[in-house]
């Protein structure tokens, strides 16, 4: 399967310093990649999608400003987390959009465990 | 609206067979994916069914009926590694994004 990866996979910050997480797609290009949330024990929530070139389509309830995603080029996108708060403590995970003339799927890069302290 | 729908936890004796359904509605549908996640990591890809009827690869398989908006994942031969959450998702029609049911937790015993 097609790979992604994601950096760093673990980060220990402070209250009110800003984090930023980079996604790439390793094999193939990915004209969208998607940014999600999983906190303990729950399933994945769609944060927002990342369109190369244009700005972030964000899903209700998560605030622009605060999760600023960039997807500069065809292979990366980019999620900062501003001003973190000890409530912002997730594993974040973002995944590629991988399309050919019989599948469309998406792969997940390994995740990035935030603990903000 | 979206609405995806599996069972919260199950149970299976390893070398056992065991089927984890799911149901959706959406408002038209791409297709329908299983991913498989093991505690603390990132889903991998599993499956994707797009037309009615059971893929099969190697001890899983994936069946889909989009009449009835449910699917089902067989899992043969268990081994205690599979052990793990098993999420159903859909990606409904005018859009690009995965829409996740809840994952159902696998529990495999000796």
């Known amino acids: 399967g097609a790979v992604v990866s994601q950096h760093p996979s673990r980060v220990i910050c402070k209250s009110g310093t800003s984090v930023k997480i980079e996604c790439r797609s390793l094999?193939?290009?990915?004209?969208?990649m998607f940014w999600y949330r999983q906190f303990p024990k729950q399933s994945l929530m769609l944060m927002a999608t990342?369109?190369?070139?244009?700005?972030?389509?964000?899903e209700q309830g998560v605030e622009k400003d605060k999760f600023l995603i960039n997807h500069a080029s065809l292979t990366l996108s980019t999620l900062t987390v501003t001003s973190a708060h000890p409530e912002d403590s997730s594993f974040y995970i973002c995944?590629?959009?991988?399309?050919?003339?019989?599948?469309?799927?998406?792969?997940f890069g390994p995740g990035t465990r935030l603990t903000v302290l | 609206g979206q609405n995806i729908d599996q069972p919260t936890e199950m149970t299976a004796t390893e070398g056992a067979i065991v089927q984890i359904n799911c149901t959706y509605q959406?408002?038209?549908?791409?297709?329908l994916f299983w991913y498989q996640q093991h505690a603390g990591e990132a889903p991998t890809f599993l499956s994707y069914?797009?037309?009615?009827g059971l893929e099969e690869k190697g001890r899983f398989s994936s069946f889909l009926s989009r009449s009835k908006g449910y699917s089902y994942l067989l899992l043969k031969e268990l081994q205690m590694k599979d052990s793990a959450s098993y999420l159903c998702?859909?990606?409904?029609?005018?859009?690009?994004?995965?829409?996740f049911g809840a994952g159902t937790r696998l529990a495999v015993h000796p």
């Open positions: 995944s590629a959009r991988f399309q050919r003339t019989s599948t469309d799927t998406q792969y």
């Open positions: 094999d193939f290009q990915a004209t969208t």
């Open positions: 990342s369109n190369e070139g244009s700005k972030a389509t964000y």
């Open positions: 959406t408002s038209g549908f791409n297709g």
């Open positions: 069914n797009v037309l009615d």
């Open positions: 998702a859909v990606i409904g029609g005018g859009y690009n994004k995965l829409i």
